[in-house]
C-alpha cells in the first residue's frame, strides 16, 4: 500500500524509469516482510495489538521530518481535514494493519496477504455503489477471476479445517486497505499525500494508545528471542526492522517511485508484495502454500491486474 504520489521529493534515486522501478520494488518487498516478522513474534507472546503500536510509533517517527516538511506552509490544510486524518489512521492504518497481523496469528502469512488484497476489487464496488462509476466488463471479468482464486486461497473445494476467525481478520484488513485506497485517492483535500502518510501513523498510534490503556485491546510483549529459520535474533531486532525496513522505508520509497512511474504503473508494482510476503514466509518461517493456494494466488493476482485495466479503460 504504497502508492503515494504528487507529492515534494523526498528520497534521492536514480532518475527515470529505471530509478522508480527500484523504489517500486524496494516499497513492495519491505512491506511484503512485515507478516513472517510478526509471525516469529507473534510465536512468544506478543499481541497484534503490540506489534502493531511498535510497528506505528516507529514509523511515525522515522517519517516525522518528512511529513513537516510536507505541511510547512500549509498547516491549515490539516486542520481542514482532520476528519479525514482520523479515518484514515483509525481505518486505513491502524485498522487494516491490526486485522491483518490477527490474521497472521491464526492462519500462514500467504493466505492472509492475498485476502486483503482483494481489495482494489472491493474499491471498484464501492465506486459502482457509492459513486455510479459502473464497471467495464472487462473490471467484472476481472472481479470474477479474483473470487474464483479466493476460493482456491481459502481451500473450499477441499473441505479444509480453515481458521475461519483469520480469515474473518484477513477480510477485515481487506476493508482497511480498501480505505486506504479510496481516501488516499481523494485529490480534492489538498493535504499532501506524505503529509496525510505521516499524521495518519500518528493518530493510528494515539488510538491503540487509547484503547491499550482502556484495556479494550490486549498489549502483549516479550523479550523471548523469536525463532525464526535462520536463528533466534534479540527481539528488539525484528521490531526495529518492522518499524523502519516495513512501514517507513517502504512508505517513503513508495512516494518517490509513483512520482517517476505514475501511480497506475507503481500500482502493478506494488502486487510483487504477494510474491514478497510468499518468499520471505517460506525462508523465514517456514510457510508455503499448497498447489491450490498458489494456483489461487496466481488467479487473484490475475484478477486484481484484469480489474485495474478495466478500470484504466473508463478513465
Known amino acids: ?17 529505471g530509478g522508480g522501478l527500484l ?9 511484503g516482510l512485515s507478516g513472517p516478522l510478526a509471525a516469529g513474534l507473534l510465536g512468544t507472546g506478543w499481541s497484534p495489538g503490540a506489534i502493531v503500536l511498535g510497528r506505528m510509533a516507529l514509523a511515525a517517527l522515522a517519517l516525522a521530518p518528512f511529513t513537516l516538511a510536507a505541511l510547512r506552509g500549509r498547516w491549515h490544510l490539516l486542520r481542514r481535514q482532520a476528519g479525514q486524518v ?55 471479468v476481472g472481479a470474477v477471476v479474483a473470487a474464483a482464486g479466493l476460493v482456491l486461497v481459502l481451500d473450499l473445494a477441499s473441505g479444509a479445517d480453515l481458521a475461519w476467525s483469520g480469515v474473518a481478520w484477513a477480510l477485515g484488513a481487506m476493508i482497511g486497505a480498501t480505505a486506504y485506497f479510496l481516501i488516499s485517492a481523494d485529490t480534492d483535500t489538498g493535504l499532501p499525500p506524505l503529509a496525510l502518510a505521516g499524521t495518519g501513523l500518528t493518530v493510528g ?42 512501514a517507513a522505508m517502504p512508505y517513503a520509497t513508495g512516494i518517490a517511485a509513483s512520482r517517476r512511474l505514475g501511480s497506475r504503473v507503481a500500482s502493478f508494482v506494488a502486487l510483487l508484495e504477494v510474491v514478497a510476503a510468499v518468499l520471505f514466509a517460506w525462508l523465514l518461517v517456514a510457510q508455503l502454500p499448497g498447489p491450490a493456494q498458489l494456483a489461487g494466488g496466481v488467479l487473484i493476482i490475475g484478477g486484481v491486474v484484469t480489474v485495474r485495466l478495466g478500470d484504466r479503460e473508463l478513465s
Open 1 to 17: 500500500m504504497t502508492q503515494l504520489a504528487n507529492d515534494r521529493p523526498v528520497l534521492a534515486a536514480a532518475p527515470g524509469i
Open 86 to 140: 482520523l479515518m484514515y489512521g483509525t481505518l486505513a492504518v491502524a485498522g487494516a494493519q491490526f486485522c491483518y497481523f490477527s490474521a497472521v496469528a491464526t492462519m500462514d502469512v500467504a493466505p492472509a496477504l492475498l485476502i486483503e488484497y482483494t481489495a482494489p476489487a472491493a474499491v471498484v464496488a464501492w465506486l459502482w455503489l457509492r459513486r455510479g462509476q459502473r464497471p467495464s466488463p472487462l473490471t467484472v
Open 23 to 31: 523504489l517500486a520494488i524496494v516499497s513492495a518487498t519491505g512491506f
Open 205 to 246: 498510534t494515539l488510538v491503540l494508545l487509547a484503547f491499550a490503556a482502556t484495556g479494550l485491546l490486549p498489549m502483549h510483549a516479550s523479550t523471548l528471542a523469536p525463532e525464526y529459520s535462520f536463528g533466534s535474533p534479540p527481539w528488539w531486532v525484528p521490531v526495529v526492522l518492522l518499524g523502519l525496513v516495513t
